[in-house]
């Protein structure tokens, strides 16, 4: 069984409510950090890597210049513009290179190749509580976020080969290739939305990607009385569209505490925010029959 964590854009919470369930779910679940260009799950616990593997997800083309001719062919094919000219030959931008072929295609000299690049590393942490979570980095600029994303959701799939384990998934933000990445496949999502116009925007086209992978969906919305008006028409919405407001977080100061001291949210007993969290997690799982 797999639950991922959504939102439509970032800095809705989402991390906050996926730490919280990190910590709450049996240490048998299985954790992925699909945001691989600024991973921060791990950062809530006392985790050990216990394996690193490089991932090359694009080519760059290199040239020669031994070979190189001098012709300019290659730099008038390329639209990414990644092609130099030096004073006797010309110089591949390995930054603005799209590793397309087209380069190599059209030199009449046989003096590019295209190599495979170091874009990042899967790694393999274990938790404080021996639970087991897939994640990744993907260095700057890098290109493949939605193939790593594959590969560490691979990885906790084959950590479940009996399928009796529970696999949370913090999705990427957004609505992009790499959030396709994150949910297909899944059997269960919690939107995680805001009360503000731009997030109930996002959370809209979030839920429509959802149901177009058939992921069955609940809401969760955060900071939900700082606009109990904004709240009102997300409900509304989830009412008209068969939606499940799973749960409604209030403002709580306790997050920045939580944050700051790198702790998820709910082992600090005082946090309103965090006690939601915890019923909205017996809710979920009620809802998911684990
Ligand atoms: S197409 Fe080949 S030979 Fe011509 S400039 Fe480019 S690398 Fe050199
Ligand atoms: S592989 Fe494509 S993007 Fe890279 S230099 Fe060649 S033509 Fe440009």
Redesign the pocket.
Known sequence: MQLVILSGKGGTGKTTIVSCFAYLADPSSIKVDCDVDASNLHLMFNGKDIEEQAFTGSKKAI?DPNK????????DVCRFDAIDKRES??EVNELRCEGCNA?RV????D??TLEEEDSGKKILTVLEDDSYLSRASLYPGADGSGKLISEIRKVSLELNKEKNKLIIIDGSPGIGCPVMSSITGVEYGLLVTEPTQSGFEDFIRAYELTKHFRVKSFVAINKYDLNYEMSEKIEEYCNEEGIKVIGKIPYDSVVNKSNFESKPLVMYNESIAGNEIKKMWDLLKIEMGV
């Open positions: 040239i190189c001719i001098n012709c300019g062919l290659c730099s030959y010309y380069c059209v030199c009449p000299a003096a590019i």
